[in-house]
T-cell receptor, first 111, second 114 residues
Framework: SQQGEEDPQALSIQEGENATMNCSYK?????LQWYRQNSGRGLVHLIL?????REKHSGRLRVTLDTSKKSSSLLITASRAADTASYFC???????????FGTGTQLKVEL | GAVVSQHPSRVICKSGTSVKIECRSL??????MFWYRQFPKQSLMLMAT?????????EQGVEKDKFLINHASLTLSTLTVTSAHPEDSSFYIC??????????FGSGTRLTVV
């Protein structure tokens, strides 16, 4: 399977704390994307990092990419209860259109 | 921003019947659409990729006669689950993309076969 692995599978934190999720993948990539999915809903694109970038920020999100280790991390700072969702990394390789999704991290932010 | 509308959001059908799920790009032309299947608390598994006006490309292990995909226009793709069985119960999500643009996902369809 080409699917990437994410850890942790589940993460429970208190509001205001930071949440870090990690993603590992198997093949060379063009870019890596992070998506959010609320329960029973579709996916919302959060951030894209290209293979020649090492770090990217968007609001409370910080993404890093280490192509030598084939890994990425997503940091959500000052988490809120509304951040409760599943988070998936997805990679795009070669000239194709396909996205390959990681196994996902279920984040729960408690008040 | 780009919006993809997916209908229905929920459907319950009897075993042996067929169900059609629609995926529409509302404000852009989608040259490529993707159909995913997702089991509870699991990741998205790509079922097939469809380009407008051509036959869909199915992933290994996906029965093309069971999951019929039609991408008749640049704004509409449909997935028909034929002769549905309880094991077909799942969450189905479509995604659409135009050339050089990102991926926009529909809100998903919860299919329950009884």
């Amino acid at each position: 399977s080409q699917q990437g692995e994410e850890d942790p599978q589940a993460l429970s934190i208190q509001e205001g704390e930071n949440a870090t999720m990690n993603c590992s993948y198997k093949t060379s990539i063009n870019n890596l994307q992070w998506y959010r999915q609320n329960s029973g809903r579709g996916l919302v694109h959060l951030i894209l990092i290209r293979s020649n970038e090492r770090e990217k920020h968007s609001g409370r999100l910080r993404v890093t990419l280490d192509t030598s280790k084939k890994s990425s991390s997503l940091l959500i700072t000052a988490s809120r209860a509304a951040d409760t969702a599943s988070y998936f990394c997805a990679t795009k390789a070669g000239g194709g259109n396909k996205l390959t999704f990681g196994t996902g991290t279920q984040l729960k932010v408690e008040l | 921003g780009a919006v993809v509308s997916q209908h229905p959001s929920r459907v319950i059908c009897k075993s042996g019947t067929s169900v059609k799920i629609e995926c529409r790009s509302l404000d852009f032309q989608a040259t490529t659409m993707f159909w995913y299947r997702q089991f509870p608390k699991q990741s998205l598994m790509l079922m097939a990729t469809s380009n407008e006006g051509s036959k869909a490309t199915y992933e290994q292990g996906v029965e093309k006669d069971k999951f019929l995909i039609n991408h008749a226009s640049l704004t509409l793709s449909t997935l028909t689950v034929t002769s549905a069985h309880p094991e077909d119960s799942s969450f189905y999500i479509c995604s659409a993309r135009s050339v050089g643009e990102g991926y926009t996902f529909g809100s998903g369809t919860r299919l329950t076969v009884v």
